[in-house]
């Protein structure tokens, strides 16, 4: 296995808890893992943060630890090429220490509780995601006969199929090469949580696999970095979870699995009261919503595709009539006419399908706005007061939003903050490509009729 010679293990930073910079540390490990359930309302936190702080999260696969692989990860992934040194520890910790049935459990590793400050029953939690970066240089991709869409058809009957898929640099960006019989495959990069969500209010000692309006095991590729995505708080404290990382995912996942590789996460969590001022459209709805630069995204769930996707229409359809005052039958014609429905994914036993309503569509009924929160002092145990966000021109080409690079330029000069690259003034930048174009995160978020991308981590010059 060629995998890429240069790459930087991403070890654990250790014990959770709070950084010297500021930051807030989780990572997967025997005392701070659930393998195959979920944190319920009675979970014990494992970690306590305010609302406004950031979060670290080094998460780690389940796949090569399961039973079918041997549950000894030391020895899957050597026989698979992957050298001791890029073994992540904890990964072997987990699978000698952590209690786990594949009968009764699920099959993911899931880091939490976290206690956010301030959370009560009714209330929000945003959890805007700032970075994901591979924590190892290798994903593993598997099949089982019993799962996945062709289950009974591949693989054959009482099998299962693990592939190892290493990284590699190509000249588009990293690439996971997937081989097979000597043909090479590149699948490009796009990482992200499958499990994101807070505790529920009834359940207990939740099963992983299927999702809930309070999120779980939800499998949407487009909450990668740059998107936030909201969930309801049913308990005090909101009970933040994660787990299930990805370093890529077909819509749909049919397979059973997605290129499954461990994960270093950064989130911004905080906690909204007035969530009906600020997202009229969704407040109240019960079931988390996400958005990233160009799209807000609704997911339906159900036992059935049908109803998954009857549940998705509902979710946008009342978006969309609450959020910009539009009658709920012109509302409905805009969904048919405008707005694509995928497949989350199809395995999970809850089904999930998700709408992609574009921001394109709503420039005349939307004030685009951008801000600079910066990054804790050390010693702090959040992040600075946000600047007041400034409205910045912008324009479409129907389906993207771009945004005149001056403006951009502007703002970061008055912040005194500079990008980590040089933009023309005279560009015009897509909001989804702000953050690759000044190398800082940039997250956009719904308050109101304002679309705001808030610049974050910006260091004074």
């Not at 490990?29 to 979970?43: K, V, Y």
């Not at 950031?54 to 796949?63: F, G, K, P, R």
């Not at 999970?348 to 804790?376: M, N, S, Y």
């Amino acid at each position: 296995m060629n995998m890429q010679p240069d790459f930087t293990i991403l070890h654990s930073c250790g014990a959770a808890g709070r950084q010297p910079d500021g930051t807030f540390y989780l990572p997967t490990a025997p005392e701070t893992a659930r393998w195959g359930r979920l944190p319920d309302g009675g979970s014990t936190p494992v970690l306590s943060m305010p609302s406004g702080g950031t979060l670290v999260v080094d998460a780690v696969s389940h796949e090569g630890l399961l039973e079918d692989q041997g549950r000894n990860p030391a020895r899957f992934f050597s026989e698979n090429g992957v050298p001791d040194g890029a073994i992540l520890p904890e990964a072997v910790d987990i699978a000698r220490s952590v209690r786990h049935s594949p009968d009764e459990d699920g099959p993911h590793l899931v880091a939490g509780p976290v206690f956010v400050e301030g959370a009560e029953p009714g209330d929000i939690l945003k959890v805007e995601v700032l970075s994901l970066s591979p924590r190892v240089p290798y994903a593993v991709s598997a099949c089982r006969s019993d799962k996945g869409v062709l289950a009974g058809e591949f693989p054959k009957p009482g099998a299962a199929h693990s592939k190892l898929v290493p990284l590699a640099e190509t000249e588009q960006g990293p690439r996971a090469v997937f081989e097979a019989s000597g043909a090479q495959v590149e699948i490009p990069i796009r990482p992200f949580f499958g499990i994101l969500g807070t505790a529920g209010a009834d359940a207990r000692n939740p099963h992983s696999v299927p999702p809930t309006a309070a999120g779980g095991n939800i499998d949407i590729a487009e909450f990668s970095a740059g998107a936030a995505v909201y969930f309801p708080v049913h308990v005090r404290g909101a009970l933040f979870y994660a787990g299930d990382p990805h370093f890529a995912q077909g819509n749909g996942e049919v397979s059973l699995t997605a290129l499954e590789g461990s994960l270093r996460g950064t989130f911004h969590l905080s906690v909204i009261k007035d969530a009906a001022g600020i997202l009229p459209g969704a407040a109240g709805s019960g079931t988390f919503f996400g958005e990233t630069a160009s799209h807000w995204i609704f997911a339906g769930l159900d036992e059935s595709l049908d109803g998954a996707l009857q549940n998705a229409v509902r979710a946008a359809l009342r978006f969309v009539s609450g959020q910009f005052s539009i009658p709920e039958n012109d509302a409905y014609l805009y969904l048919g006419a405008a707005v694509d429905f995928s497949v989350s994914q199809a395995v999970d036993r809850t089904k999930g399908i998700h709408a992609a309503v574009a921001k394109a569509h709503f420039l005349r009924l939307l004030t685009f706005c951008l801000r600079v929160e910066r990054a804790p002092d050390d010693g702090e145990r959040r992040m600075a007061p946000p600047e007041p966000p400034q409205a910045v021109s912008v324009r479409t080409d129907g389906t993207t939003v771009f945004i005149k690079a001056a403006a951009l330029l502007e703002l970061l000069e008055k912040s005194g903050a500079a990008p980590r690259g040089s933009i023309p003034a005279g560009d015009w930048i897509p909001l989804s490509g702000l953050s690759d174009a000044i190398g800082l995160p940039v997250v956009w978020a719904t308050e109101g009729r304002r679309a705001v991308g808030t610049i974050y981590s910006v260091q004074k010059k």
